[in-house]
């Protein structure tokens, strides 16, 4: 009973805190570019990576590359 009652509270609670989002005010969108916001430090730096791993794994796919596991394009 109480694994009842917790399935059909929990969503709508769960739900109730995405209608709380407030839109950034365009006066503080420059905070979110700044450079510690970023996903990683240094986006060539990262192109990089991503090319050594999908050269490595012999694989491709979810980061946009194509080419096989030479390394060729």
Not at 5 to 10: G, N, V
Not at 47 to 66: C, D, F, P, Q
């Amino acid at each position: 009973m109480k694994t009842l009652s917790l399935l059909i509270l929990l969503p709508p609670l769960l739900l109730s805190g995405c209608g709380a989002i407030e839109p950034v005010p365009a006066w503080e969108r420059g905070y979110l570019a700044d450079q510690g916001m970023q996903w990683q430090a240094a986006a060539r730096e990262a192109k990089l990576e991503g090319h050594v791993y999908t050269s490595k794994e012999a694989s491709s796919g979810g980061a946009g590359a194509a080419g096989g596991g030479c390394g060729c394009n």
